[in-house]
């Protein structure tokens, strides 16, 4: 059983920083996309980033470039996504997936997801 784990959100101030981990199990986790999501009240699941199996590749929504990195650690199957500067409209659940290989920033093509983890940003 495919089993995805996030964790590191909380309440941050505006302009701040936080970082998100995305532990895997029951996977094989090197040969996996591996994508981060959100969804704040009101909206649809929308894309933030994604890694491609090996690392080479990754991808950002325009509303995150500059100030979001994704990274993964294959030998710890785990998968990080750092956030700076964050913004008010940054609060979300935030979620990892993971997805065959070439998967990149289409959500229907993940096949597994995490159960989410919360991040808000306010003063």
């Known amino acids: 059983q495919v089993l995805l784990v996030e964790s590191g959100g909380g309440l941050v101030q505006p302009g701040g920083s936080r970082g998100l981990s995305c532990a895997a199990a029951?996977?094989?986790?090197?040969?996996?996309?591996m994508g981060w999501f959100r969804q704040s009240p009101g909206k649809g699941r929308e894309f933030v980033a994604h890694i491609s199996w090996r690392g080479g590749v990754t991808s950002f929504a325009d509303s995150v470039k500059g100030r979001l990195t994704i990274s993964r650690d294959n030998a710890k199957s785990t998968a990080y996504l750092q956030m700076n500067s964050l913004k008010p409209e940054d609060t979300a659940v935030y979620y990892c997936a993971a997805g065959p290989r070439d998967t990149g920033s289409a959500s229907w093509g993940y096949n597994y997801w995490g159960q989410g983890t919360q991040v808000t940003v306010s003063s």
């Open positions: 029951g996977m094989i986790f090197r040969g996996a996309d």
